[in-house]
Structure formats: structure tokens, C-alpha cells
């Protein structure tokens, strides 16, 4: 069979062919571009390659840089015990993530399904903590967990229980960071629910009908058809789940500083604190250049280990 | 029954299937609830209440401590810095990623594939982790205890992620009608400015209604760039506010309660645009 011709003439029509059109077309580029990239090389880029060079001195932030010190900013952080405390429980909170926030979440996207009446009530409810600040929460848990049973609504409740005894929830160095996750998890598991639900959405209801039609039961139907058709989705909550993690700060710091005894500390508390309290700047560049290896690092590595998460390939 | 297929059929095992999932969700429903409704109590009572019956319900509520907070100017204050900082900073990125989404969608040229990349590293490289580095930057700039700073660097840090969901929505619009456009004479700024945004006018307020919520509950920008007690926003006020408070629980509550109410108005209302960007952004990219 003859291939039908590709419409010629109208390709001829298209911008881009005339000298002058392309050169009016480079400068829209260039003008269309440059707000953007103006903003993103001066407080994106260029921070980074700043920080990098600081990261050399022992700077107190005062006066130039001279205080040269090469890698010894990098070599102290790793024998620090507070940083490794810090990436200790960077991966406690991704791994709390990933086992309980995440299925926790997904198990929500699927009872709320999407024909239960009622459904957008649920949703809206659901999602409200990730709409309020991380400063309102902060506050919010901070109450809760008030150690004293006359003031804090938890240990009210345990007292309550016949042999219940009130627990030191930000006190206590095992504790702390499990109430962490706790107060990070009411604020974000409606953000990964909302992925979920949209994911779910996207599936087709004829192939689940197909699937019930073939006699499978609600639990095959979940995990042989829903869960794989979910993959996508999975690895983008999954993605924007450790990043999240990695970089903890406002809810950490208002409710525990980091503490007690770093307990609590995370990557971001411990930069801030070097960077802000202590005006260490050199040493807290080289912190945040750790940091930013790590999220580079791993969003490279998971980039090729999944088939590339959706969130990136957009751009 | 008069219409037996149109209605589903009620036997028991739907049931039982529907209490048990209306049981979960609303145990999650009252789990979520509770830190607000600690919250609204609190803020409905003085602090002698507080004190001795902090669990009970505020009958009668006492509104001291909130028109206490309403009749100072400080807190007014914040409301507009907050309200300043938050409509400049979704301008800027609305009109900025625009443009470069416009580009990176619609047009061709061989260095593309390169600027994608670059602000590819915007989403590796958040602002909790960049803070300090940009704190340097502002101080060169001399741009600490100006709100401008707080805008720049939140548009900044928002063009990634917004670049990539508008560009989606923008590539979702038909050639065609570019050609079209194109034939009859547009110029490409035409072309954007009268027949794209139009078009892409749900895409656009989802990415407003988005960068809204960050801009106004953000606490670090302003944290590291505002010493200025004038010049605080309301997150910032909060918590500054929480520190100097320490012990009158009752006044903190009634402040954070007071500072939620734009949030949840707002949320009521554009929960359509913000839901549809997250997903836009996460799911379909």
C-alpha cells in the first residue's frame, strides 16, 4: 500500500523554516527563559557553589573567608556523633515511612475507593493537616504530648487505664522520635493518600470488573491487579516520601530543638544549628553539602533503579 | 421497588463492608480532628480554665484571649506581611513559569534538553537543604530583613516543580491550534499571552492556589531572612509568639487557632485547584 504523504504544505507553513523566524523564535526563547533562569542561578545555583567554597574555611561568618582549613570541615562532620545520630534517624524516619505512613495511606485511598458516598468529605478531611502550617502542627502535637496528664491530652488518656502511667513523650531519648513520626505522620499522610486516590482513579473500573468477573476475590483483585496497575504512583510517593524525610526541619526543631540529648536531631536540625546558633557557617556548608550529595545520590540511584519516577520525567 | 436495576442491592455483605470502612475512616476522621479540636478548646478559654479543666468543652467560650490578640497591631501586621509576601511570591511564579513552561513545551531548540536538566536540580535540592548556602547569597544581596528577599527566594525555589506541571498541561494543548495560530499571522508572544494561558486557566490556578499554600505557611525563608519584628509573617509571628508565651497554653492556642482560620477558609474554597496540582504534579507529570 502506498504510505498517504505527510500534509507538505502545511509543514512548510510552520515557523522556524525562515531565517527571520528564527531569530525572532531564539529571542522569544531567550526572553521567555531568562526570568526564570536570572532567579534559578542566583538563589539556586550559585548558593551551591558558594557553600562549596565555604565549606573549605572555618568562616564565623564575620569578614572574608581566610581561615582555610580544606577538607577538614568534611572529615569532623563524619567523626561527629550528633551527624551520625542525625543520619541514624533521617533513615528511622524514611524507614517508619515506608512501613507504616505510606500503606497506611494507601489502605485509606482504597477504602475511600471512588464510589463511596461520601468520598469527597473523607478526602477533605483527610487532606487538611497538609494545608496547615508545619508551625500550627508543631504546636498542636506539642500540646498533645505535654508530659504532665493535666495538661497533655495523650498522657490524660493513659492515666485513664487502670495501671496507665503518663510517658515523657519528648523527654524520653527512645521515645522522642517515634512521637516525631507520629506528629509528621497526621500532618502527611493525606498528601500521599491524595496521590493514591488520583492513581486509582487513573485505573480503569473495567479492568477490576474483569478481574471480579474472573471470580477473583477483593484481596486478589487488590494485590494482582490494583497494587501493580498503582506502580507508578507507588514510586512517586515513595520518591517524594524520602526526600521529605531526609529534610525534616520545622516540626522537629519547634518541638524538640533536636533534643533531648540530639535525640531527636535531624540532617536539617543539625545544619541549622551549626549554621544559625552557632554561626559555624563553614562547618554548616559542608552539612549542607552532605545533604545535598544525599538527595542528589539517591535521586539518581532510584531514577535508574525504577524506571524513572513520574515526578522527574515531567521536566 | 419500582426501579429494581437502577439501585444497588442491598444484601449483607455489602453491608458489613460498608460499616467496616465508614468505621476506619471515621476513627481516622476523629484522630485528625483532635489536635484542632484541643486546639479551638484551648482557644475558647482564659488561662485559669486552662489550667484546671483543660479537656473539657468551653461552655460558656470565653473570647478574651482572642480579641486580645485582634485588638493588637502586631498580629494585623503579620496578616498583611504574610498577605504581601504570599501574592507577590505567586505573581512572580505564575508569570515566570509561564514562560519558561511555554518554552520547554511548545518550542524548539537544541540546547533544550540541557536547561531541563538544570532545573531538574531544583528538585533535588529543596529549600530546607539550601537554606543556608541562600542565606549567604541574601546577605550579599543585602536583601536579610526585606521581605523582597522572602519573595525571590520563594519563587525561586517553586520554579521546578511548577515549570513541570504547567509545562504537562501545556503540551496537553493541540499542535494544531499553534499552526493555526501560527497562519493566521500570530506572533508567538500572541500566541501565548491571548490563546494559551486563556486555555491553560485551570492549569494556571492550580499552580496559584499551590504556591499560595506554601508561600503562606512557610517559616524558614522568613526565619533566616526576617529579624525585623515588623516585618514578621504570620508563621514566623506564631512561633515567635509560642516562645514568648511559654506557659499561657490558653493564649498560644487562641494565637495558632486565630492564624489557621485564612488557611482553612482558603482551603474550603480552592481544594478543587489544589488537589488537581498536587496530582498534576505527582501523578500525571
Given at each position: 500500500m502506498q504510505p498517504i504523504p505527510a500534509i507538505p504544505d502545511i509543514l512548510k507553513l510552520?515557523?522556524?523554516?525562515?531565517s527571520s523566524h528564527r531569530f525572532q523564535d531564539n529571542l522569544t526563547i531567550a526572553l521567555f527563559l531568562l526570568p526564570a533562569l536570572i532567579l534559578f542561578l542566583i538563589f539556586v545555583i550559585y548558593p551551591i557553589f558558594q557553600s562549596v567554597y565555604y565549606s573549605l574555611f572555618d568562616w564565623?561568618?564575620?569578614?572574608?573567608?581566610?581561615d582555610f582549613v580544606g577538607l577538614d570541615n568534611f572529615i569532623n562532620i563524619l567523626t561527629d556523633k550528633v551527624f551520625l545520630i542525625a543520619l541514624r534517624n533521617g533513615v528511622f524516619i524514611i524507614a517508619f515511612s515506608l512501613v507504616f505512613q505510606l500503606p497506611l495511606s494507601l489502605a485509606l485511598a482504597v477504602l475511600v475507593?471512588?464510589?463511596?458516598?461520601?468520598r469527597v468529605f473523607f478526602r477533605t478531611i483527610f487532606f487538611m493537616p497538609y494545608v496547615l502550617s508545619e508551625v500550627m502542627a508543631a504546636i498542636m502535637w506539642l500540646f498533645l504530648y505535654n508530659a504532665d496528664p493535666e495538661r497533655g491530652l495523650l498522657n490524660a488518656l493513659l492515666v485513664l487505664f487502670p495501671g496507665g502511667k503518663a510517658i515523657p513523650w519528648l523527654s524520653d531519648t527512645n521515645i522522642v522520635l517515634p512521637a516525631v513520626f507520629l506528629a509528621i505522620t497526621w500532618k502527611y499522610f493525606g498528601f500521599h493518600m491524595l496521590l493514591y486516590l488520583a492513581g486509582l482513579q487513573n485505573i480503569p473500573i473495567e479492568i477490576e470488573e474483569a478481574g471480579r468477573v474472573d471470580g477473583a476475590n477483593s484481596f486478589q483483585n487488590f494485590f494482582y491487579i490494583t497494587l501493580p496497575l498503582l506502580g507508578s504512583t507507588i514510586r512517586t510517593s515513595v520518591y517524594l516520601s524520602v526526600l521529605g524525610s531526609l529534610q525534616q526541619f520545622i516540626l522537629v526543631w519547634i518541638m524538640t530543638k533536636g533534643g533531648p540529648?540530639?535525640?531527636?536531631?535531624?540532617l536539617a536540625t543539625y545544619m541549622y544549628r551549626f549554621g544559625f546558633?552557632?554561626?559555624q557557617l563553614g562547618y554548616g556548608s559542608a552539612v549542607a553539602i552532605y545533604m545535598f550529595l544525599i538527595c542528589l545520590t539517591f535521586s539518581l540511584v532510584y531514577r535508574r533503579l525504577t524506571r524513572q519516577p513520574d515526578y522527574l520525567t515531567g521536566l | 421497588m419500582t426501579l429494581p436495576y437502577s439501585?444497588?442491592?442491598?444484601n449483607t455483605k455489602k453491608f458489613v463492608s460498608r460499616f467496616i470502612q465508614y468505621s476506619v475512616l471515621s476513627l481516622i476522621v476523629v484522630i485528625v480532628f483532635v489536635p484542632l479540636v484541643m486546639l479551638i478548646f484551648g482557644a475558647l478559654k482564659t488561662r485559669g480554665e486552662f489550667m484546671t479543666?483543660?479537656?473539657?468543652?468551653?461552655?460558656?467560650?470565653?473570647w478574651e484571649n482572642i480579641i486580645s490578640i485582634l485588638s493588637h497591631a502586631s498580629f494585623w501586621l503579620m496578616l498583611r506581611n504574610s498577605l504581601v509576601v504570599m501574592v507577590a511570591a505567586t505573581a512572580g511564579v505564575l508569570l515566570v513559569c509561564s514562560l519558561a513552561a511555554f518554552v520547554f513545551a511548545r518550542m524548539e531548540f537544541r540546547s533544550k534538553p540541557i536547561f531541563i536538566n538544570l532545573f531538574t536540580v531544583g528538585l533535588m535540592f529543596p529549600i530546607n537543604v539550601a537554606i543556608l548556602p541562600v542565606y549567604f547569597v541574601l546577605r550579599q544581596m543585602d536583601?536579610?530583613?526585606?521581605l523582597w528577599g522572602v519573595i525571590l527566594v520563594q519563587i525561586a525555589f517553586q520554579l521546578s516543580g511548577n515549570i513541570m506541571i504547567l509545562r504537562g498541561f501545556f503540551t496537553a494543548i493541540p499542535a494544531e491550534l499553534q499552526d493555526a495560530a501560527y497562519m493566521d499571522g500570530c506572533t508567538v508572544f500572541d500566541f501565548f499571552w491571548r490563546i494559551l494561558l486563556p486555555l491553560a486557566r485551570p492549569a494556571l490556578s492550580a499552580v496559584a492556589a499551590l504556591t499560595m499554600i506554601v508561600s503562606w505557611n512557610d517559616l524558614l525563608v522568613p526565619l533566616v531572612v526576617i529579624n525585623n519584628e515588623k516585618l514578621w509573617t504570620l508563621p514566623l509571628g506564631t512561633m515567635q509568639f509560642q516562645g514568648q508565651y511559654g506557659q499561657d497554653l490558653a493564649m498560644i492556642s487562641a494565637f495558632v487557632a486565630l492564624s489557621a482560620v485564612p488557611t482553612i477558609i482558603f482551603y474550603l474554597f480552592a481544594e478543587r485547584q489544589i488537589v488537581s496540582g498536587l496530582t498534576a504534579g505527582a501523578v500525571k507529570g
Open positions: 510552520k515557523r522556524g523554516t525562515g564565623k561568618g564575620f569578614g572574608p573567608a581566610v475507593g471512588r464510589d463511596l458516598p461520601g540529648v540530639n535525640a531527636s536531631e535531624t546558633v552557632r554561626f | 439501585r444497588p442491592r442491598w479543666r483543660p479537656y473539657v468543652v468551653p461552655i460558656p467560650p470565653r536583601m536579610i530583613d526585606k
